[in-house]
């Protein structure tokens, strides 16, 4: 099988996502650059899944689906609240909680 | 997800409607989704879906009770008639097989009907009374969904789709009771009603808990079903199994749940608070659904408390005591209401503790049949005073001020008032007779006097309060509303659309309707097991009561495979049945065996005694009390002395009001108060305070010593740690989340490469 392809892919898609997240400014892809990270988790799964010949990691992968569509249900319902009371959404300048 | 379906195959005779009674709660259930979806797009606001999905529930059910009964009435005389059950696996995890289904059996078949008859009258009822409301479709789609909750719980072969219909009708109770929540009280009095019965739920949770972890093992082996089944658990309860300590805090945990659903003391605040939502809701709350729910779990799981409390044991067991305290103190409560709603509301406080009596004291199904004839009289009587404020009160319940001389006005009410009275005073022809009498002959029959005697009590209090109720709504001369005047009915102003406000008249055919229909229930329905006529009347103990027969243990299925169930013939010589108090030796039981007390007349007059003083009694005194406008009387005063006596008894009704409204409350509750406090600050406090002054004087040992040198040291030394660390990595707390981000994922690369380098 071509597991390691799948596995080069995710690791791929993995490293847009944290680049992604450490370095764009906007809210919005930041979350689309968090999807990409459960998505390659996701690959993994399933080339592993594939590799072991086993549904494990086909339920693990329908799971982390369900719950990455709450997370970006909470974390846009989060965005929006930003940016109506701050007119913006760039992360750089939410330093509420610094320490 | 359908994976398994399995039947009991049994030789018994089954139908169409017994194997599809699960179709019950469906039915309402998607009618419920309908109304929510199209409701406000159809010509009567969704109201006409309401009232036909809980009609087809209606007939499915009589549909099943008919076939029951052809079961029941096929099967031979010792014969154990097997429950009609029916599951689908949903899941499966670890092993355990979590299942939904339907479990009928005559229990199951006796509720369902009454619960689906007594919903469907009241939606036909509701159509009326809530005419022109502002959340009319909301108000049929709770309505709907709230019946299907209780179908569903009464349906249900295992305990989670049991407590799923326990938590959808506690959810419907609070959207119903709450319905006109711009008013504050409303809404305050829907959360009471949420989190009074939250708390008890905390113990059916509990309760369903133990009973699986303690019962699986025992079930999968001897069974093959899983330990939520309610089967599983009643066979288990009685094989001589179970621990005693674990049954028993399992029973009380699930006792806890009813208490708190079925109003017993001391979680029944919420039940008269409940008064709040609309009258129909009352009415459907009070009777079948709900309040009953917490009996019917008693009843449901009976081998858990029977096994568990020691029911017919010696000693008297929390079930009873908590039931006697509920009957008198609710009893006494309801004598000093005004809102004839509360009264009522007190009244099914007190009757359900009658029903824990019974179930407590071991009369199963004389509880049983008390749920039974006490839904049709207590709906009858709150639809009653739905229907006197819809059309004589505007809208008002209160007794003294906007009600009285209404019977010339509102005949039909009037006389099913009357005979729904006779009904709940447990006067001879009527259904509350024949089944509260023999609530309090089984419990003196198995041993209890002394719960006997709080039972004809409660009698007496009963006959008395509902007397007083009568007299002030029906007797006496017209006041406030009910004598036309419009001053007041803005206190009670919760409707939007006004019909006219002329003088009182009676209701309408939708609202007379169903109210006849329960008045004429609630005169024969005590007919179903008239015990003073003999043993051919009992058709509610042949139907109804699960014989407790062993039967033989089935080999050992794999969970979801069918089991059937070969029933032995009846031993030779009438050898009582070992159920109960004695563990099986070959086979199973799923029911107790359980005793009937022998009706006697000389028992059953001295109850109807005690009922007819009651009422002569509080007849007297509201007669003196609130007749005391009587024109004859005030002249007669002057003429001769014995009228002057009489009218010195008048002149002093607020005396008597005193001793009927304060007195009453101040005798009970002044002196059960003051010696309580007395209790509480001498030897409650003496114990407290010694206890503390021992406590104090190692405390100051403990503190000099081990708080102040060690742990003091201890903590300090830490606190001052952590304060140096924080200060040294406060910098890192940028406050951005890009920031965050990068150290974790730092983290993380780090922790992965440690990984690779140890494992290569």
């Known amino acids: 099988m071509l597991t390691g392809q799948f596995l080069l892919l995710g690791a791929i898609l993995f490293c847009i996502g944290v680049y992604g997240v450490i370095a764009r400014k906007n809210a919005v892809l930041v979350l689309m650059s968090i999807e990409l990270i459960l998505n390659s988790v996701n690959i993994n799964l399933l080339a592993f899944a594939l ?19 709450a997370e970006v249900g909470v974390g846009l319902a989060m965005v929006l609240l930003i940016y109506r009371n701050r007119r913006n959404i760039g992360l750089d300048e939410l330093s509420e909680m610094h320490g | 997800m359908m994976l398994a379906v399995s039947e009991v195959l049994s030789p018994l005779k089954g139908g169409w409607f017994l194997d599809n009674a699960w179709l019950v709660p469906v039915v309402p259930t998607i009618g419920f989704a309908l109304i929510v979806l199209f409701g406000k797009r159809l010509p009567k606001k969704g109201s006409e879906l309401g009232v036909l999905s809980i009609f087809v529930s209606l007939v499915l059910a009589s549909g099943a009770a008919w076939q029951w009964i052809q079961r029941v009435g096929a099967a ?101 009771i709450g319905h006109w929540w711009e008013d504050g009280a409303n809404s ?65 945990a699930l006792f806890i749940a009813a208490i708190g659903k079925s109003g017993q003391f001391p979680l029944h605040t919420w ?68 809102d004839i709603k509360r009264v009522l509301a007190y009244s099914t406080v007190s009757q359900l503790g009658y029903m824990m009596l019974g179930l407590g004291a071991g009369a199963w199904l004389p509880a049983v049949f008390h749920i039974f004839t006490h839904a049709f009289f207590k709906a009858c009587l709150f639809l009653c005073a739905g229907s006197i404020s819809h059309s004589a009160s505007h809208h008002s319940f209160d007794m003294k001020k906007d009600m009285g ?76 509303a009910s004598a036309g005047e419009h001053d007041s009915h803005d206190a009670h102003d919760s409707h939007d659309v006004h019909d006219s406000h002329d003088s009182p008249h009676e209701s309408g055919i939708l609202i007379t309707g169903p109210i006849a229909v329960l008045a004429v229930l609630a005169i024969f329905a005590g007919l179903f097991n008239a015990t003073p006529f003999g043993e051919s009347w009992e058709y509610m103990k042949k139907w109804v009561e699960p014989r407790a027969v062993v039967v033989a243990q089935p080999s050992a299925g794999g969970p979801g495979e069918s089991f059937a169930i070969s029933v032995p013939s009846s031993e030779a010589g009438g050898v009582e049945s070992p159920c109960g108090s004695e563990t099986p030796t070959a086979g199973i039981c799923y029911a107790p065996e359980l005793n009937h007390a022998k009706f006697k007349w000389s028992k059953a007059l001295l109850s109807l005694m005690i009922v007819f003083t009651g009422i002569a009694v509080s007849w007297l005194l509201s007669a003196a009390l609130y007749g005391r406008r009587d024109p004859r009387l005030v002249g007669l005063t002057e003429r001769n002395g014995l009228a002057r006596a009489g009218y010195r008894l008048l002149a002093n009704k607020y005396y008597l009001d005193d001793v009927y409204e304060r007195g009453v409350v101040g005798t009970i509750a002044g002196p059960i108060a003051r010696s309580a406090y007395w209790f509480n600050q001498n030897i409650l406090d003496g114990i407290l305070h010694g206890i503390a002054r021992s406590a104090r004087a190692v405390a100051m040992v403990v503190y000099r010593d081990i708080d102040q040198r060690v742990v003091d040291g201890a903590v300090n030394a830490s606190a001052d740690l952590t304060k140096t660390t924080g200060l040294a990595v406060q910098p890192l707390q940028s406050g951005r989340v890009g920031h965050y981000g990068a150290l974790l994922f730092a983290t993380a690369a780090v922790v992965a490469l440690v990984f690779v380098i140890l494992n290569t």
């Open chain 1, 51 to 69: 590799r072991n010949g086993s549904a494990d990691g086909h339920t693990f992968a329908l799971y982390v689906i369900a719950v990455a569509a």
């Open chain 2, 76 to 176: 031979g005389e010792e014969q154990f008639i097997s429950p009609v059950v029916r599951t689908w696996t949903w899941w499966q995890a670890g092993g355990v097989e979590f299942t939904i289904g339907q479990h009928v059996d005559g229990l199951t078949v006796v509720v369902l009907f009454v619960v689906a008859l007594i919903s469907t009258l009241i939606q036909i009822y509701s159509l009326e009374y809530l005419r022109g409301d502002r959340r009319f479709t909301h108000f049929f789609a709770a309505l709907t969904l709230f019946s299907a909750g209780m179908l569903a719980m009464v349906v249900a072969e295992d305990m989670i789709l049991f407590l799923l219909g326990w938590e959808i009708m506690g959810l419907c109770s609070f959207m119903l």
């Open chain 2, 188 to 252: 305050r009095a829907a959360l009471k009603a949420f989190f009074t019965v939250r708390t008890g739920d905390v113990g059916l949770l509990v309760g369903i808990a133990m009973l699986f972890f303690a019962a699986n093992e025992w079930t999968t082996t001897n069974l093959g079903l899983s330990g939520f089944s309610i089967r599983g658990i009643s066979a288990w309860a009685l094989s001589g199994e179970p621990n005693s300590t674990v049954i028993l805090v399992a029973a009380v």
């Open chain 2, 271 to 338: 039940l008269p608070d409940a008064m709040a939502g609309p009258t129909p809701v009352s009415s459907l709350l009070h009777s079948s659904t709900m309040v009953v729910a917490g009996v019917f779990l008693v009843a449901r799981l009976y081998p858990v408390f029977f096994t568990g409390l020691d029911i017919l044991g010696p000693s008297s067991n929390v079930i009873m005591v908590i039931a006697a305290i509920t009957i008198v103190v609710a009893a006494a409560l309801a004598f000093v209401q005004t």
């Open chain 2, 405 to 480: 001389g209404l019977r010339k006005h509102m005949p039909i009410t009037f006389a099913a008032w009357t005979v729904s009275t006779l009904a709940l005073c447990g006067v001879f022809p009527f259904s509350g007779f024949f089944s509260k009498d023999e609530i309090i002959d089984n419990v003196g029959g198995n041993g209890y006097t002394l719960f006997m005697a709080v039972g004809l009590g409660g009698a007496f209090l009963t006959a008395a309060y509902m007397t007083r109720a009568t007299y002030l709504t029906f007797f006496g001369q017209a006041r406030g």
